[in-house]
């Protein structure tokens, strides 16, 4: 009979490597994923702060237009403007994300034809910011 215990050892060193190998690229992948959604998160945010950076700017005037171009993660179909004291615009899309609420816009005047929607065309939104000379409040409309 010969000796067997180094069969054994190297197919459970192999198997160890094995499961090894599983856990650290499960772990890999969860790290992939967790870093695309906040990635996203962090668009959807800019998003808000620099439309509400746009506003502020175009409020501070006394009249003008301005093309903006935002970008935001194309799980996102669109934003939409709605006349809620809470939440005047969210996003429309598949899973729930958050909306929020932009200062200084003309809530009722852009939803007077009910809710406003702005398309997420690959990634960027369009959108016309302006305000008419003696208005107190910015407008947005589509491009």
């Not at 950076?53 to 403007?81: N, R, T």
């Not at 007077?112 to 003696?134: H, L, R, T």
């Amino acid at each position: 009979m010969g000796d067997k215990t180094g069969q054994m050892k190297l197919s459970f060193g192999m198997i160890f490597s094995i499961i090894l190998i599983i856990i650290f690229i499960a772990f890999a992948f969860y790290g992939i994923k967790n870093f695309l959604e906040l990635q996203d998160s962090v668009k959807t945010a800019q998003f808000m702060n620099g439309l509400q950076a746009d506003v502020d700017k175009m409020w501070q005037s006394s009249g003008g237009s301005q093309k903006v171009e935002y970008l935001l993660p194309s799980k996102i179909d669109a934003v939409c403007f709605e006349n809620d004291e809470y939440e005047n615009f969210r996003f429309r899309s598949d899973k729930f994300v958050g909306g929020g609420k932009i200062e200084h816009i003309n809530i009722t005047k852009i939803t007077e034809e009910g809710d406003f929607c702005v398309d997420n065309i690959n990634g960027k939104v369009k959108m016309i910011i302006e305000k008419s000379y003696g208005d107190a409040l910015v407008m947005i409309v589509k491009e």
